[in-house]
């Protein structure tokens, strides 16, 4: 397995994926592996879909980066890449099903999930409370609170309202503050 190129040497890495060598594409797989999944896995609870996901952003990024400008940092450019991805995985979904179709919220009657000990397992109940959302919530409160989206933007990318992008924003922060220990959540003001 091949180690990881230090960031000096990113841009032989880079000069080597747009000469199509299958080395330099490698590392710059394993480069882009861990920060694209931790992306893809916000997006997608199921890590097969998360790594469909991945593995389409990461030939987005092969083939678009002859337009990358070695004068601005790589990782946001390619982050980008991925969670426009996930929000094009997400459209793509939402044409075979309708946008609010979703159960009842399920979870006022299941317990929480405590390890032996008592305590929480944080980012297990973390994952378990964000699956309580409705999807379009999750993606809102992914692209707004984590990724840094504007509400005019996530409006565009998921072909909403601004006014229900803000909609579910507050849904999912008063979901989210309900179900946590101590009712309270960072999140930039919307």
């Keep these: 397995m091949q180690s990881k190129p230090c960031v000096k040497e990113l841009d032989k890495v880079i000069q080597g994926c747009l000469h199509n060598d299958r080395r330099a594409q490698f590392q710059l797989y394993d480069y882009c592996f861990n920060p694209m999944m931790s992306i893809c896995m916000r997006y997608e609870k199921e890590e097969d879909m998360a790594m469909e996901v991945l593995n389409v952003a990461f030939m987005k990024v092969l083939k678009s980066l002859h337009t990358y400008e070695p004068k ?57 409370i964000m699956g309580s959302l409705k999807k379009v919530e999750q993606m809102v409160f992914n692209l707004y609170a984590i990724d840094g989206y504007s509400h005019k933007e996530i409006a565009e990318a998921l072909d909403i309202s601004e006014r229900s992008s803000i909609r579910h924003l507050g849904n999912a922060r008063t979901k989210l503050q309900e179900q946590l220990p101590d009712g309270k959540i960072g999140l930039r003001r919307a």
């Design 72 to 128: 601005f940092p790589f990782d946001p450019w390619f982050k980008r890449i991925a969670v426009n991805e996930a929000i094009d995985s997400y459209r793509k979904k939402c044409r075979r099903m309708s946008l609010f179709e979703n159960g009842v919220d399920n979870l006022e009657n299941q317990s929480i999930n405590e390890q032996p000990g008592g305590e929480w397992i944080e980012k297990e109940y973390l994952e378990y």
